[in-house]
């Protein structure tokens, strides 16, 4: 996905392509469809059981009856794009193993959501993550919330089905809008008929692939170099092999407090707030299972991560032998897996065609993912609240023309991706501007009991105007530096290297000719403490406008929209400092009366009728509700 690959490094048309396109023969041809062919199934499959008894719930939460297991794949493959399957193995070839230290932050990055995101988005049966908006502030910032969601994600879907296509291309002369058009078809089917059940089953079955096409090219890639000690010993004679590099300088790009602890805050954005990964939290049968899906990723992506290092190691120590052509040596940074694929496994059919279908299996579980997110908020935020008339059968049919609908508009916006040229680096980086200020957004709703409406629009749009000044700024800098000396590669810009969602990142270059100075050091902040930042910006100045504004006084506070920071951590304190401080419940549950306040009902709306009765309640008796509420109550006089 490398603008690189469309701008700066054309391939030149050389005898060498023609060579490369006859590694893919027939049987790698009819391995790649049939990913295609068996994830469709699995889709119509579930789409055709209980045809015509199809609710909104299975449609879009799956009836809220899924496994550990199924979610936890989904989750994974959710955002191991096919971006990512290219990119960190070049990011490795390029820079060496410093970037497997992003694993480190993995642990708190989903930790924290399995204790605090989860438990408060399971309690109050949401659909879509956004109605937490409205729960905790008000119904204009659900909107804002959920549009903001919708601009990333629409963004972000073209690039996702143009970008791998394109570099698929370009190495072996695969027909590009053959695979965009095939590949966005079939989602869309599978997605809109299916619903979320058919994208998990998917999710898990292209998973495998993915792990599969991954460890066929460690196997024999190792194997033909003399084994993975061979490999291993190569790098470190090369110093592909990274120490810790302690610097904290947040402006070099990568080192391990800019990975291991930048990369908690990207991690949160994902797996905290992302409405693709909380909608999957939501259709577990249990909260339970949905915190356990959450754990079970961890040891997943840090497999995955490896596997992704290894490829990149096995590449290094492969052309340390067998040394790039011409044509190779001026490639983008996302093509080089590909070429090392082609040359790896020529002569051994199905093998190529097994890692292509493992690359575009990242493509499907990502795109059907947004499909199916944008489908949901769309129906539960922006539809169903306005017309609550709706009946099931229509809000049904409905929810499949929505996801028809942004099927249709992600091959609008593959071919948007194709007439966008240097632009189309700024759409990559989109999708990261956006994540930080969300998360923000919710941080601040959960851990502030102070945080007011006024508050959290206007935290937003700082949050937003921040993320895109220095997003967009960052990228015009790289494009004028880019007219000086070129990295050794030939191309201009690196692809983007996160492994769990590689389009969070700004496209940053290899090589930095001069430490830059005033606002132009702010433009070189590293990418992964971007969400950091911007979800900061959010929560401060989102304090600050509550605080002017009067705070919550006047306004009633639902206490199960708030994670009660203050007593959890004084329980952490001894027994004898407790009860010094009269920390009477500290590690009790977050239940409260469900009479106390207002809950959703199926169409997404408050249930009036018991609106302003429960809000009487709540004025008049708060603090006898439990020693929760108290808590929540002692933080917001604090």
């Not at 410093?98 to 659909?127: E, V």
């Not at 001069?514 to 992964?528: E, I, V």
Request: aromatic residues 12%; contains cysteine.
């Amino acid at each position: 996905m490398s603008v690189g690959g469309t701008t700066s490094a054309p391939l030149p048309a050389t005898s060498d392509t023609s060579t490369v396109t006859s590694a893919f023969s027939l049987t790698d041809y009819v391995v790649f469809v049939l990913l295609l062919v068996l994830s469709l199934a699995i889709g119509l499959y579930h789409a055709c059981r209980g045809w015509g008894r199809h609710t909104v719930g299975q449609l879009l939460m799956a009836d809220r009856k899924m496994g550990c297991l199924p979610v936890a794949l989904s989750l994974l493959a959710t955002f191991q794009s096919a971006v990512a399957i290219l990119g960190v193995p070049s990011e490795i070839y390029r820079f060496g193993t410093q970037y497997w230290f992003l694993g480190c932050s993995y642990f708190l990055g989903l930790l924290i959501p399995a204790h605090i995101f989860i438990p408060i988005f399971y309690r109050l049966h949401l659909t879509s993550a956004y109605e937490y908006l409205e729960l905790r502030f008000n119904k204009a910032v659900r909107v804002c919330g959920t549009l903001t969601f919708i601009f990333q994600m629409v963004i972000y879907m073209g690039v996702v089905l143009y970008a791998p296509s394109l570099a698929l291309n370009a190495v072996t002369g695969f027909d590009l809008w053959l695979s965009v058009l095939t590949l966005g078809i079939v989602c869309t089917v599978y997605t809109a008929l299916g619903g979320l059940k058919a994208v998990i089953w998917t999710d898990v079955f292209q998973t495998l692939v993915m792990f599969l096409g991954q460890l066929t090219v460690i196997i024999v890639g190792s194997a033909k170099v003399g084994g993975l000690g061979n490999v291993w010993t190569l790098a470190s004679q090369h110093g592909r092999i990274s120490g810790i590099d302690l610097d904290p300088d947040p402006f070099v790009r990568h080192t391990f407090w800019t990975l291991a602890f930048g990369g908690i805050f990207m991690m949160l954005s994902l797996y905290g707030v992302n409405q693709a990964q909380v909608q999957r939290y939501l259709s577990s049968r249990t909260e339970k299972a949905a915190i356990l899906s959450c754990y079970a990723v961890f040891p997943c992506q840090q497999v995955v991560l490896c596997m992704g290092c290894l490829i990149g190691l096995v590449m290094f120590a492969y052309y340390q032998e067998y040394p790039m052509s011409t044509q190779q040596m001026q490639a983008a940074p996302d093509q080089f897996v590909l070429y090392f694929v082609m040359d790896l496994l020529k002569g051994l059919p199905g093998l190529p065609g097994l890692f292509v279908a493992c690359l575009f299996s990242g493509s499907l579980s990502t795109i059907s993912s947004a499909f199916n997110s944008l489908a949901t908020v769309t129906m539960e935020d922006l539809i169903r609240p306005w017309f609550p008339q709706f009946s099931e059968d229509r809000a049904t049919m409905l929810s499949r023309i929505l996801a028809f609908g942004y099927g249709l508009l992600c091959l609008g916006m593959a071919y948007i991706s194709s007439q966008m040229g240097p632009v189309l680096q700024a759409a990559i980086s989109i999708f990261g501007m956006v994540g930080g200020p969300l998360l923000g957004l919710f941080c601040l709703g959960m851990f502030f009991p102070c945080a007011n409406p006024p508050g959290a629009i206007v935290g937003l749009l700082a949050g937003l105007i921040m993320s895109f000044w220095i997003g967009i700024g960052s990228i015009v800098t790289k494009m004028g530096s880019s007219m000086g000396p070129s990295p050794f590669n030939g191309s201009s810009f690196s692809l983007p290297s996160n492994l769990t969602a590689v389009t969070m990142t700004t496209l940053m270059p290899s090589t930095t000719l001069s430490r830059p100075a005033g606002l132009q050091r702010l433009y070189s902040l590293s990418y992964l403490w971007y969400s950091a930042h911007n979800s900061t910006t959010v929560i401060v100045v989102g304090l600050i406008v509550s605080l002017l504004t009067g705070g919550m006084r006047g306004r009633t506070l639902n206490p199960r929209t708030i994670y009660p920071v203050l007593p959890r951590l004084l329980a952490l304190l001894p027994l004898s400092w407790q009860k010094r401080l009269h920390c009477k419940g500290c590690s009790q549950d977050l239940s409260v009366d469900p009479m106390m306040f207002p809950e959703k009902m199926s169409n997404g709306m408050l249930k009036g009728s018991r609106d302003k009765e429960a809000m009487a309640v709540a004025e008049d008796g708060p603090a006898c509700q439990g020693s929760s509420p108290t808590f929540i109550l002692q933080e917001t006089s604090l």
